[in-house]
């Protein structure tokens, strides 16, 4: 199996420790591929400056690049552990109807906002499954495009939606070449739009205990302690169902139904861009621009009564 590990960095001075981690792994037969914002100096590696754009376009990049089988995916301030490229690879050789795969992550984890909205309204049409095919997924994308945790992880081995960017792999025979939406400002949920296009293609997106990985630090694109940041992030995550209408399409009808019942808000800020950017039509550069516009409004406190 032909392995590639691919490494997204700013870059910082941690991408060190994780090249570091990556030579001392049990499976010796892989690439690794930095997509460097600016070129740093670091050996033993496969350097792409990246082009433009934000991480959305780099995780792009990565997929017209790599050329095998299996791409790994991890970031500059993760500590994989020495087996993590061996129990990847031994994972889609036990399971190859997998598109995607997450390995245990150690660290402090990202919040899922969406999970208080399936909370409140667990039960209703609104938070079904959006398709048959999730049925058995402990996390899943919602009829109204929410990506929610429908319950707590319980077995070794797991369907999901719930992949760790930190801690993934791609099955390349399904993912070459493919391009995920570039709508948000910090990648929110570019695995889950991942784990939808596999899903197109009747593939399954896994969670699994093994191929532990490190996540240190504790600010990064999906993790914050700036409580301005964390507002932001709320409302990144609430406008994902524009991104599943372009990759599976769901019902405006029934997202406006769904919105019109919530109280003001950031969640419903998120879903109400998130119509208004399904019903007009518009491309990922007009999504990206508006949502742009209302970090401006959060750093400016402008949305400070909410």
Known sequence: MKVTVVIPSKPRESLRETISALKKQTYK???TLVILKKDINVNGVRKIIQRGGLFEEAINEALS???GDLALFTDDDAIPSKNWVEDHVS?????PDA???SGKVIGRMWKNYPNALFERFNGTKFMKPLSSFFSDYSSFV???????????RSEKVE????ISGVNMSLNMNVFHKTTIPTFTLRGSYNETSLTL???????????????EVMHGGEESLSRTQDPIVEKYLCL????FPFAVNKIMGLSSELLKEFIDLLEDGVPKIGLELALKGITQDWNYNQFRQNLQKLWYEIKNKKLDEL
């Open 29 to 31: 037969d892989f690439e």
């Open 65 to 67: 690049e790599v050329d």
């Open 91 to 95: 994972f889609f050789e036990r399971y």
């Open 99 to 101: 598109c995607i795969a």
């Open 142 to 152: 919602t009829v109204t495009g929410l990506s929610v945790d429908a319950r707590p």
């Open 159 to 162: 369907k999901s939606v719930a």
């Open 197 to 211: 296009i596999g899903s197109k293609k009747g593939y399954h997106s896994y969670i699994f205990e093994g191929g």
């Open 236 to 239: 990144e995550k609430h406008v």
